[in-house]
DNA sequence: GTGAAAGCGCTAACAC
DNA sequence: GTGTTAGCGCTTTCAC
């Protein structure tokens, strides 16, 4: 592996006297009609010569990488963390290299990033989509190139794509608050421009239109974060202020918890406080907090599976009725929530995908 | 773009009645003796067939990939996020891709890695090592390979490494107990056969004797991760239990944060707490905690400078007195730790590596 | 200004 | 069982 004098398959051929074909043969462990002695051999050769293969020849000859791309918007948070894990331990176990990218949310390193990987021949990309580049996720399907979306899904686009029952987890944290005895229920995320955050508080909506109350756009804040915190501000100056608030996402909540940490406001004394969503440090905090977890390991290595399928069959599914699958995530009360209940309602509990046949739960978000 | 017909060259060429040299050229920006026409020509028929190059090919031809491997322990883990993203962003910068790897502190999946990291031919590595392979390693050596250690040094090895000052920042977090009136002061740490944690247990050492305290070896822990708890538990029932305690990094901080909450054991109140770390949860515990924090960025950032610089020069720089780049952090006190003074004594802050030549500041970990 | 030709390191028919 | 050959898609002298 000596930098710039590495041996390559000839320099194996030569020195064994064999053909490189026949060290090719061993390279991939076609032994069958080859002689224990060339055997050998070649095996001498490689490790006196220190011999590795170079892959991107095998690549360039082969038209497959057995690599795929996973662009994400931030690895710095959870989700993406998570997911990608989820995603290289399926691959590896594949045979199949990960090469991960971040976004930050920016159309315009998305399209270079999708750029390069395709560049670099992958064999197929997993992406958490800014959502911004229309053009190129048609060519995907036009192109028929395998292509797994995730955790967030564009209407019109025929792709494959995984996502969290986002409205479903919203209406059950709401009803939950809405259970213990809550009315004036706000809810923050960031902006709503993205399925999963717009379909948080669509679940919030049919919640409290389920339960008979009213919706007042003054408890719905869909900012920036830099914005969230004067926001919330605003807000608990009301005059009828929210009683409880649901945080739309694990960044949210973090402005949220510093806004009142700053301001002696507790929880759930002053307001109650729900996360939609899931932090590492919920067990730390003054007093423990209610968060709604998903599966978000079992969505990434879905996505990988996905992929991989549509890779090894040739299959990319690009048709009207493309797959999408759905997961369901569950409460985790870990404090009464200010209100007499003690529990959330036996109903409102989330129930698992099961997660075999992807087509089989389509659209099943519409189901509470 | 589109699967198993994408355009090539050679089509280019053929589309627009030019060799695939010319073409080559105009991919190359070579711009100099060409006709406009010709130009324009093979522009049309690049966005014609969507032609886009093949960086496989490239590559092989150039024998050089533009693209570095990262092998970090876990990319779960704070550190290793914050560090790959500053070695992304400067590599993205410097028009470098980087493929990045998880070895979860398993030899062998690291030697692994870096096998198929140097079969797709990166022109280099940044590792942050398992400390468990070592003939690996002495192959870079002997091989001159490009390569930058991250975060934990080995003896003997000389290899361009990247640290954080963790005897000083060690050092620091115990005087400022000590300065705080403590002097039954533990410590916890991971098993110690990497060298930061070795280091931070060395650090504690020097600031006791330096104070006079003696040196409790029941007050020191190195442990696994999952017998952290027991062995804390243990150490709180001794007769002359300790009445302060350092976290050796964010993991055995969360384990010791979750007996406490359980076992209703507060800080400062029942036992002093300081963190040779940071998490991101800080400001919302219960009570605020004071925390050591490195320039985790700045070090990811300059390991990638000193791999690049290493392939742009075709220096390696394996000599016996090799690189060694040590980062200092510092105190971060968000509450005071029980003892008498608000303050830590100004000479205790950790100073800032200014960070231009790196030969200047090997080993001045020692100069506390 | 542009083209022909060789070759990067490997694989895969197909001969022998 | 093993060797010959062609070629993956690109770059790069060196002619013309």
Do not use: W
């Not at 090719?24 to 069958?32: A, F, G, T």
């Not at 200010?338 to 189901?367: I, M, V, Y």
């Amino acid at each position: 592996m000596a930098k710039g004098k590495r041996a390559t398959l000839s320099d194996v051929a030569k020195s064994s006297n064999v053909s490189k074909s026949t060290v090719s043969q061993y390279l991939n462990h076609r032994y069958e009609y080859m002689s224990a002695e060339t055997k050998a051999r070649i095996e001498a050769a490689i490790d006196e010569l220190g011999y590795q293969p170079n892959i991107l020849a095998r690549s360039l000859k082969q038209k497959t990488t057995a690599t795929i791309g996973v662009i994400v918007a931030n690895l710095l948070h959870r989700f993406s963390t998570e997911v990608t894990r989820a995603i290289e331990d399926y691959c590896h176990h594949h045979d199949y290299h990960v090469i991960i990218c971040n976004t930050d949310e920016d159309p315009s390193k998305e399209k270079k990033y999708v750029e390069m990987l395709i560049a670099k021949q992958v064999d197929g990309l997993i992406i958490v989509p800014t959502c911004n580049n229309m053009e190129l996720y048609q060519r995907f399907v036009d192109d028929h190139y395998p292509v797994v979306f995730l955790d967030r899904k564009m209407e019109g686009l025929p792709l494959p794509t995984v996502v969290m029952d986002n409205i479903g987890s919203s209406y059950i944290c709401t009803s939950h608050l809405i259970a213990h005895g809550h009315e004036r229920i706000a809810i923050m995320t960031p902006p709503r421009h993205i399925s999963s955050r717009a379909e948080r508080i669509e679940g919030y909506e049919a919640a409290l239109r389920d339960h008979g109350i009213p919706i007042r756009p003054e408890y719905i804040k869909s900012t920036r974060i830099d914005e969230a915190i004067p926001e919330l501000a605003r807000m608990l100056t009301l005059e009828d202020r929210p009683t409880a608030l649901l945080a739309g996402n694990d960044l949210i909540l973090m402005e949220v918890l510093s806004y009142m940490m700053e301001n002696g406001i507790r929880f759930p004394e002053d307001i109650a406080l729900v996360l939609i969503d899931d932090v590492n440090f919920t067990d730390f905090l003054p007093s423990p907090l209610t968060t709604f977890e998903h599966p978000v390991g079992r969505m990434g290595r879905k996505a990988a599976e996905m992929l991989l399928d549509q890779i090894k069959s040739g299959q990319t599914t690009a048709s009207p009725d493309s797959q999408l699958v759905v997961f369901k995530g569950s409460l985790h009360v870990r404090k009464s929530c200010g209100g007499p209940l003690p529990e959330p309602l036996a109903f409102l509990q989330g129930e698992e995908e099961n997660g075999t046949d992807p087509n089989e739960r389509q659209a099943n978000e519409g189901s509470l």
